[in-house]
């Protein structure tokens, strides 16, 4: 059970004259302590041995003055190097300053700077008693089971210790999360060690996460308004394998000898433009072209120049393994070879991009494999008897989306949109958030229809029944449709669509122009009726001929555009 001494307010209660007068007097101590202190620093000798003891001075009265701990390791380092390098000395004077640190974190619990001054001085310290460290982490955590310092502090010992995670500390975290279930480190910290203890045996690790799911829902029902057991659960059930695929690649023709070629990706990546080879070498990169940029995105393009005008794009585009940046380390590549005949559409993709799951690397954030669909659905009709036992507590109906939406189906997705709704009423102070879910699951929707056998040029996305908020994957829109009217809905941004020629977005709520560098097909925007207080940006539209700005009332600056026709 959560003891309630986490999330409460400071109180704001008046001082008395009593309580006036006494930090009155504590200030003026530590500022004459501090002067002291700063004395000594600036003086001909800062590194004298008399100095520990004026820092020491200052961290009783205030042991999160980081400038003094930095100061009082300077010291330190001088008399480990000097006339303490002897090396019983350098421990006595390590093992002085530890003494100091317990008496501090036992007031102190969560003060960073003393937990990485101690780390500082067992790095520095001859021989340091690191199976003592362990004791001292575990009697941390015995005071307080919930201190991410005391957890933070056993990973940095046990590492440090050369001891690899095992079984056993498996255990320790279950013994913590037994005696308090509203314990986000102890829970955390078990996501990690699961994957690090089992390794490659998945089915030790698949015993341990089916108890773990049993755990889980002893937990939320327990404690249903504690995100911890949540959290948790969604680490559980996983995420889909990430190995990096081709959506769709185009090339455009924008001159009468270029063209560029765009490829989609069903992930973020980086590339680099340079590094692509094509087959024929009569067709060259146009290298001061703005090609894709370094930062991760969806859609990757390069500029091409043909041989001549009005030559076809006939060749293949080789894009090697050390075109990539990708997120996650130790991957595996392959090439992926693009093929044009003379056509809009690349006729053949070959090669994939696998990279290893993050369970499987040395990455901060860990995975769990992705659960069955039939585990999914068991947890699905928990969730929704405990969303029918707790009505008012939110974690159970973002629980129930989160499964609803992974499992799909037209009749999950009306269910998580009423869901939605639900968590309007009870969370009104993140009614953004749950409206953007909506909108998400409506684009989604949209997607799907978009992309039926016999696709069209053009579309309109209508208002209803709901509005669009955002849009996160604009570049799973189809690219053989260039014209798209997305009026009246709630758009706060210029959605990045790589491919499209012609875009309409009045009335909806734009508060300004940007990434039209990134869409360098478009042609035409319109953008009336929106929030707009400036239209810079429009300049970095490398194809834009016509732009239609009226009824935007915030404008305060206007701009003119080469070759851009702007109706105001």
């Known amino acids: 059970m959560a003891d309630g001494s986490h999330n409460q307010k400071k109180s704001s209660a008046v001082l008395s004259a009593a309580e006036t007068e006494a930090n009155k007097r504590r200030t003026k101590t530590y500022i004459d302590t501090w002067a002291v202190m700063a004395t000594m620093r600036d003086s001909a000798d800062p590194f004298d041995p008399s100095a520990l003891d004026a820092t ?11 400038t003094v701990w930095n100061y009082r390791r300077r010291i330190l380092t001088h008399l480990f190097a000097t006339s303490h390098s002897d090396e019983k000395d350098r421990v006595l004077l ?10 501090l974190i036992r007031i102190h619990p969560k003060s960073y700077w003393l937990w990485v001054h101690r780390r500082w001085v067992l790095e520095n310290m001859p021989s340091p008693d690191w199976d003592r460290e362990l004791l001292i982490s575990q009697m941390m955590l015995d005071l307080d089971a919930r201190n991410f310092h005391g957890w933070s502090y056993r990973r940095s010992v046990l590492k440090s210790a050369g001891r690899l995670p095992d079984l056993a500390e498996i255990e320790y975290t279950s013994a913590k999360i037994r005696q308090n279930f509203s314990n986000y480190s102890a829970w955390h910290y078990r996501s990690r060690l699961i994957p690090s203890v089992t390794g490659e045996d998945f089915e030790q690790r698949d015993s341990i ?14 404690e ?20 990096l695929t081709v959506e769709w690649a185009i090339a455009e023709r924008v001159s009468n000898a270029k063209f560029i070629v765009f490829v989609c990706f069903n992930t973020a990546v980086s590339m680099n433009p340079s590094k692509v080879i094509l087959s024929d070498t009569k067709y060259r990169f146009e ?12 859609v990757v393009s390069v500029s091409i120049i043909a041989p001549q005008a009005d030559t076809p794009l006939n060749l293949e585009i080789c894009l090697k393994p050390d075109c990539f940046n990708l997120p996650t380390s130790n991957s595996q590549l392959e090439d992926v070879s693009l093929s044009f005949d003379a056509t809009r559409t690349a006729m053949r993709v070959e090669g994939t991009i696998a990279t290893q799951s993050d369970a499987q690397t040395n990455n901060t954030l860990q995975s769990n494999q992705y659960q069955p669909r039939e585990i999914w659905e068991r947890e699905l009709t928990s969730i929704r008897e405990l969303a029918e036992f707790e009505p008012e507590s ?14 799909g189906g037209e009749s999950n997705v009306r269910e998580a949109i009423s869901v939605c709704d639900t968590l309007e009423r009870l969370d009104p102070d993140r009614k953004h958030y749950y409206r953007d879910t909506v909108s998400d699951f409506h684009w989604n929707q949209t997607l799907h229809k978009l992309t039926q056998p016999t696709p069209s040029e053009s579309t309109a996305i209508p208002p209803t029944p709901w509005k669009l908020t955002r849009i996160i994957t604009p570049h799973l829109l189809p690219p053989i449709l260039t014209i798209l009217n997305l009026p009246n809905h709630a758009l706060t941004d210029i959605p990045l669509f790589p491919c499209l020629r012609e875009l309409n977005l009045d009335n909806n709520f734009i508060q300004r122009v940007r990434r039209l560098d990134m869409m360098p097909l478009l042609q035409r925007l319109s953008i009336k009726k929106n929030m707009l207080t400036s239209l810079r940006g ?12 009226a009824e935007n009332d915030a404008v305060v600056e206007r701009v003119d555009v080469e070759g851009v026709l702007i109706h105001y």
């Open 394 to 407: 939110k974690w159970p109906w973002m629980a129930l989306v989160h499964c609803l939406r992974e499992l």
């Open 287 to 298: 290298h001061n072209a703005t090609n894709t940029p370094i930062t991760p995105s969806h």
């Open 538 to 549: 429009l300049e970095v539209g490398k194809g834009l001929k016509e732009v239609w700005v």
């Open 209 to 222: 996460i089916q108890k773990d799911f049993e755990t889980v829902r002893n937990a939320i029902y327990t």
């Open 56 to 66: 020491q001075a200052v961290v009783e009265l205030n042991p999160d003055a980081y």
């Open 224 to 243: 249903p308004a504690d995100q911890s057991a949540w959290l948790y659960q969604r680490w559980l059930l996983g995420q889909k394998p990430s190995n």
């Open 94 to 103: 390590a093992k002085k300053d530890l003494k100091l640190l317990e008496k």
